[in-house]
């Protein structure tokens, strides 16, 4: 059964770098683009950008600027780097799965990180 | 692309039939994906290309539509159900979701 466990640092100040990775358990890399979400508190989910195991990257353009994504496939982990964070970042990010053909959509998905800015 | 969820919260009672609106800014295909979200959790997919089930997913969740009207329908309702349900559009970057539509207990 596939898992993704994410991790990465809970309390940021402002203008500090967002890290998180994502590691993929029990299941293939390849063949996925592998994302990542956000939800500020009470607030909707927003797409930030996805990777597939190739390295290719598609990102939000809100957030293009400040958003790196990059994945491990030695190790089937991908990672979020967003830089000069604000208040506007607190929110939980999830990382999530989806397949690379048909009409897929996120179908795993890790526990989510609460980051806060402050 | 701009997805409008409609209503934005409804209450209900178990055994309802339930119907939730999706309403996109451009017609975006069959990309389009539901999800349930409880308090605390990761959303969790129910209804993948329109209308096809996410394995798991049980039966009385059913979607459908076109172009740029789609519906989140649910059977019966289950205490269960009771969360925030939120459609997302998967073809044309950036991904988008709707606003969220929070059902409550009657």
């Known amino acids: 059964q596939v898992q993704l466990q994410q991790w990465g640092a809970g309390l940021l100040k402002p203008s500090e770098t967002l890290s998180l990775t994502c590691a993929v358990y029990g299941g293939s890399f390849s063949g996925y683009q592998w994302t990542w979400i956000r939800q500020p508190p009470g607030k909707g989910l927003e797409w930030i950008a996805e990777?597939?195991?190739?390295?290719?990257?598609n990102y939000n353009p809100s957030l293009k600027s400040r958003v790196i994504i990059s994945i491990d496939t030695s190790k089937n982990q991908f990672s979020l780097d967003l830089t000069s964070v604000t208040g506007a970042d607190t929110a939980v990010y999830y990382c999530a799965r989806q397949a690379l053909y048909g009409y897929a959509a996120f179908d795993i998905w890790g526990q989510g990180t609460m980051v806060t800015v402050s | 692309i701009q997805l409008t969820q409609s209503p934005s919260s409804l209450s209900a009672s178990v055994g309802d039939r339930v119907t939730i609106t999706c309403r996109a800014s451009q017609g975006v295909s069959s990309y389009l994906a539901w999800y349930q979200q409880k308090p605390g959790k990761a959303p969790k997919l129910l209804i993948y290309?329109?209308?096809t089930l996410q394995s798991g997913a049980p039966s009385r969740f059913s979607g459908s539509g076109s172009g740029t009207d789609f519906t989140l329908t649910i059977s019966s309702l289950q205490p269960e159900d009771f969360a925030t349900y939120y459609c997302?559009?998967?073809?044309?970057?950036?991904?988008?979701f709707g606003q969220g539509t929070k059902l409550e207990i009657k």
């Open positions: 290309a329109v209308s």
């Open positions: 990777i597939n195991h190739s390295g290719s990257t």
């Open positions: 997302q559009q998967l073809n044309s970057y950036p991904y988008t």
